[in-house]
């Protein structure tokens, strides 16, 4: 990460129109968010999950319940870096 960004994750993270997290005995092994303007449009920028629990439904589970929020919404804008493309 390039300087500065650390320190802006949280605060930006935090104000989100929606966050979720996913934990295991209590460890964070999951995050995502929505940015959404509450109507029509809804962006899905960030969606971690620790590489230990890849393949085990852990990101498809924090998408669910965005989804309970935003399935209804016209536009939904999800982004991926370039490995991720084909999951998607």
Not at 4 to 9: A, D, F, I, Q, R
Not at 27 to 52: E, M, Q
Not at 60 to 66: A, S, V
Request: glycine share 10%; charged share 20%; aromatic share 10%.
């Amino acid at each position: 990460m390039s300087a500065g960004v650390p320190e802006k994750l949280i605060p930006a993270l935090l104000n989100s129109d929606t966050l979720v997290t996913a934990r295991k005995d209590g460890k964070l092994i999951g995050i995502g968010n929505a940015i959404s303007d509450s109507y029509l449009v809804v962006y899905y920028p960030l969606r971690l999950v620790d590489p230990k629990f890849h393949g085990l439904g852990v990101g498809r589970k924090m998408m669910e319940l965005m989804q309970r929020k935003y399935k209804n919404f016209h536009q939904q804008m999800l982004t991926a870096n370039g490995k991720a493309v084909t999951f998607y």
